[in-house]
């Protein structure tokens, strides 16, 4: 039954990617930034795309498609992993099975903090503070960091700034895997 999934699994794993990566590359860099401390003016900036890619409510429903689909992309990359189960980037084999192997370990490396930001980005969607106020005002605290320490900004700037790599390496490597070429 394992030899027939992970080949499914693969293949979708890459075309919801391929799919999703721009939008949360978008997401995750503009999330690391609206991390920052200040109104800043490019702060200002980074919500609007953040929220809605600057596209009103049909921007907010393709953020929360990707975001769901992300959810989806770290819990089949875990399972893709699996199989190796290896922590290391070979990097004397050329740079396309260095980006490879990068894929792997950041997303291994930085998969806590991005469920945690994917999960709590759906949930600030979908748990208003009309009809949850509490839960809304924690999921809140713990997707903007909120009442956090500067190390824990930090510590979530960098699993936001996962998104940007996972996305960047894996539209790299989505057409040819590193041992076809």
């Not at 799919?19 to 690391?32: F, M, Q, R, W």
């Not at 795309?49 to 990359?77: D, P, Y």
């Not at 990097?91 to 997303?107: I, T």
């Not at 700034?161 to 989505?174: A, K, N």
Request: net charge positive; aromatic share 12%; hydrophobic share 50%.
């Amino acid at each position: 039954m394992s030899a027939r999934i992970r080949p499914a699994m693969l293949i979708a794993h890459r075309w919801i990617g391929i799919a999703s990566a721009p939008v949360l590359c978008i997401t995750g860099i503009t999330g690391a930034i609206l991390l920052l401390p200040g109104g800043s003016p490019i702060g200002r900036i980074a919500g609007p795309l953040h929220e809605r890619l600057s596209l009103g409510q049909f921007g907010w429903w393709i953020v929360v498609i990707a975001t769901i689909a992300a959810l989806f992309l770290e819990v089949g990359g875990l399972y893709l992993w699996w199989k190796r189960k290896l922590i290391s980037v070979c990097w004397g084999s050329g740079w396309k099975r260095a980006l490879y192997d990068l894929h792997h370990v950041v997303g291994l490396f930085a998969l806590p903090l991005m469920l945690l930001l994917a999960a709590t980005g759906i949930g600030m969607a979908f748990v208003t503070p009309d009809n949850q106020p509490e839960l809304r005002r924690l999921i809140f605290d713990f997707h903007t960091t909120r009442g956090f320490s500067a190390l824990v900004k930090v510590t979530y700037a960098l699993g936001a700034s996962g998104f940007l790599l996972q996305g960047v390496s894996g539209i790299v490597i989505w057409g040819k895997p590193w041992r076809s070429g």
